[in-house]
């Protein structure tokens, strides 16, 4: 569902480029995970950013409980 929701997106011909992905156990069984990288949108510049979300636990796998994602501004000169 989740690959359908970003080819059904203005995502669409988006570059993914994975630098990091750090996880940990965490509550209940849980998993905290953060992600960074960077994305290109075509006839766009390429955009970094860096996500975390909570993995919590259910019947046969995990849900996505919490999520946050975060674009980092490009700086002026960089």
Do not use: W
């Amino acid at each position: 569902d989740i690959n359908k929701h970003f080819v059904s997106t203005y995502l669409k011909g988006c570059s993914m480029q994975i630098d990091n992905v750090d996880s940990q156990p965490s509550h209940e069984g849980g998993v905290l995970v953060l992600v960074s990288g960077s994305f290109t949108v075509p006839d766009a510049m390429k955009r970094r950013f860096t996500q975390s979300f909570f993995l919590a636990p259910q019947k046969g796998g995990y849900f996505v409980l919490n999520d946050v994602l975060r674009y980092i501004p490009v700086e002026p000169g960089n």
